[in-house]
């Protein structure tokens, strides 16, 4: 077995051959102490590290715990150092992958977007939305629904969303914002420059949750705020303040959005013809909703590559 996993498929062979890896390993130890190959298991230990080219101290513990205990979970079995480095190393495979995977469809979406039929209910625009808004008409859109960057880089951005929804948003239109936990005062104040907090949604992950290492928080949902241009009215039907994603849906799109939770939204929110703006549309998940709604967008984003996507995306629909 070699030090780390260099595929997926070696790294699931690994964790099937867990139980016996640490029978292996405490027989192995065993049968050189045995035979005076090594003084004891310290010595067995150095011998196999050298041999697999593994860390001596780690499968000096691993064999110890296998001796004394029962069960057996990866790191009992393998050291915590080495699971470790497992996990690091898997993780840059993965990065690996979805990096070339990216690559892969980006080629291809270039191809098929050149097929791309533009269609009078969908209009995409590749730019900077702070400069493509500024061709949107004032009171022209019935709702924005949009997902911007979470990273602390793009906090300004919001500052210049409130501005452009309060011009662009009809007369007591909505704002759908995703938002991430961390900045989210920052976000909230921003966009209350020119809107009226309206409530807070929960998008629930449902099967799976995020670390969140320097707050050792497991996060199960992510907020999506809402915001008016103008009258805070009540609803005229009840609608629940909660959406679930399903799954991860990360294939066209490192950040990409469930497409059935922002249908939800889009049918609470807008009915049939209504125009859905979304200044950072990624992959185009809210175009695609919107799309199967019967409801026109604009969709917004300032990569090339995304634009391509979201047109090979929309002409399947
Ligand atoms: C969180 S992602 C959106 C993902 C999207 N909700 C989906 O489901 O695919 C944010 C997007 O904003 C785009 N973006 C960042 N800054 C932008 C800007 N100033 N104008 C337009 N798009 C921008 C990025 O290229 C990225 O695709």
Not at 144 to 152: E, K
Not at 226 to 248: A, C, H, K
Request: charged share 30%; hydrophobic share 35%.
């Amino acid at each position: 077995m070699n030090k780390c996993p260099e595929s997926m498929e070696e790294l699931n062979e690994l964790e099937s051959m867990i139980p016996m890896c640490r029978k292996e390993l405490y027989a192995q130890a065993a049968s050189r102490i045995e035979s005076g190959a090594a003084k004891n298991i310290s010595d067995a230990s150095r011998q196999i590290a050298e041999e697999t080219n593994r860390n001596p101290e780690s499968i000096r513990k691993a064999i110890t715990r296998a001796k004394t205990e029962k069960i057996g979970t990866v790191s009992q079995l393998l050291g915590d150092d080495l699971v470790n480095e497992v996990v690091k190393e898997t993780n840059e495979i993965k990065r690996e992958n979805q990096k070339q995977r990216k690559l892969e469809r980006d080629r291809e979406d270039a191809i098929l977007a050149a097929d791309y039929v533009e269609d009078s209910s969908t209009k995409i625009i590749q730019g900077d939305f702070r400069d493509v808004c500024k061709g949107i008409g004032d009171e022209s859109i019935d709702l924005i629904l949009t997902d911007l960057p979470y990273p602390r880089e793009y906090l300004p951005l919001w500052n210049n969303l409130s501005y452009i929804a309060a011009r662009v948003l009809k007369p007591d239109g909505f704002l759908i914002a995703y938002s991430g936990q961390y900045h989210l005062p920052y976000v909230i104040r921003a966009l209350s420059e020119r809107l009226n907090y309206f409530w807070t949604f929960a998008l629930y992950h449902k099967g799976r949750s995020q670390i969140v290492n320097n707050r050792n928080l497991m996060c199960k949902w992510k907020p999506i705020l809402i915001f008016r241009n103008g009258d805070n009215s009540r609803f005229d039907t009840t609608i629940p303040d909660y959406v679930v994603s399903e799954q991860p849906e990360k294939d066209d799109h490192e950040w990409q959005q469930g497409e059935s939770a922002i249908a939800e939204l889009i049918e609470y929110f807008t009915k049939p013809n209504d125009i859905i703006l979304d200044v950072c549309a990624g992959s185009g998940t809210t175009g695609a909703a919107a799309k199967k709604l019967k409801r026109r967008s604009i969709l917004i984003d300032i990569e090339e590559d995304n634009i391509a996507t979201i047109k090979r995306r929309l002409s399947n629909e």
